[in-house]
T-cell receptor, first 116, second 112 residues
Framework: AQTVTQSQPEMSVQEAETVTLSCTYD???????LFWYKQPPSRQMILVIR??????QNATENRFSVNFQKAAKSFSLKISDSQLGDAAMYFC?????????????FGTGTRLKVLA | DGGITQSPKYLFRKEGQNVTLSCEQN?????MYWYRQDPGQGLRLIYY???????QKGDIAEGYSVSREKKESFPLTVTSAQKNPTAFYLC???????????FGPGTRLTVL
């Protein structure tokens, strides 16, 4: 069975600085999707970024980028120029591309605090 | 506006009572999901449905039931058999052929 691990329960970053959130996963599959979701205090889950495992290029979305290391099964999220609005819980998630597989597996989350 | 609605935002029930959480989407998505979120445990899958009149158990289905009579609706019933029902419940949907899920605002259930 696949697992997703976020080993940092809490992180802090100074406003305008850069922070990296870690995520590792375990799978025997070669084709899958990886996601980072943000959950602000409102508790509304918002997709931040996604990565297809078959793509070697790391995904980027404005100030958010990932470092996808397939062999190491690592999928970290880098937030540049951190803003107060980035303060939230961040969840890493995995989904298989195997036909008929529709389940998403989430990590336990990292709480990011942004210091003014 | 297209989206997913969950109602109510907060729900209180007495122990031993069944309670139904609503989830409606107007995104025309085929798949719908129910998750439970507890502190320090991330999101855990309760049930999911790929098409109308079909659904599958997730990892923690015991004590819960669902129905999918309409494409836009996927209600979750928390039964008295659920040992620890107090939690935050999230509903999500996904369009077939697409990868990401879209989430509703959630319902906080407190059983007294």
């Amino acid at each position: 069975a696949q697992t997703v691990t976020q080993s940092q329960p809490e992180m802090s970053v100074q406003e305008a600085e850069t922070v990296t959130l870690s995520c590792t996963y375990d799978t025997s599959e070669s084709d899958y999707y990886l996601f980072w979701y943000k959950q602000p205090p409102s508790r509304q889950m918002i997709l931040v970024i996604r990565q297809e495992a078959y793509k070697q290029q790391n995904a980027t979305e404005n100030r958010f980028s990932v470092n996808f290391q397939k062999a190491a099964k690592s999928f970290s999220l880098k937030i540049s120029d951190s803003q107060l609005g980035d303060a939230a819980m961040y969840f890493c998630a995995y989904r298989s591309r195997t036909s008929g597989t529709y389940k998403y597996i989430f990590g336990t989350g990292t709480r990011l605090k942004v210091l003014a | 506006d297209g989206g997913i609605t969950q109602s109510p935002k907060y729900l209180f029930r007495k122990e031993g009572q069944n309670v139904t959480l609503s989830c409606e989407q107007n995104l025309n998505h085929d798949a719908m999901y129910w998750y439970r979120q507890d502190p320090g445990q991330g999101l855990r899958l309760i049930y999911y449905s790929q098409i109308v009149n079909d659904f599958q158990k997730g990892d923690i289905a015991e004590g819960y039931s669902v129905s999918r009579e309409k494409k836009e609706s996927f209600p979750l019933t928390v039964t008295s058999a659920q040992k620890n029902p107090t939690a935050f419940y999230l509903c999500a949907s996904r369009n077939q052929g697409h990868n990401e899920q879209f989430f509703g605002p959630g319902t906080r259930l407190t059983v007294l």
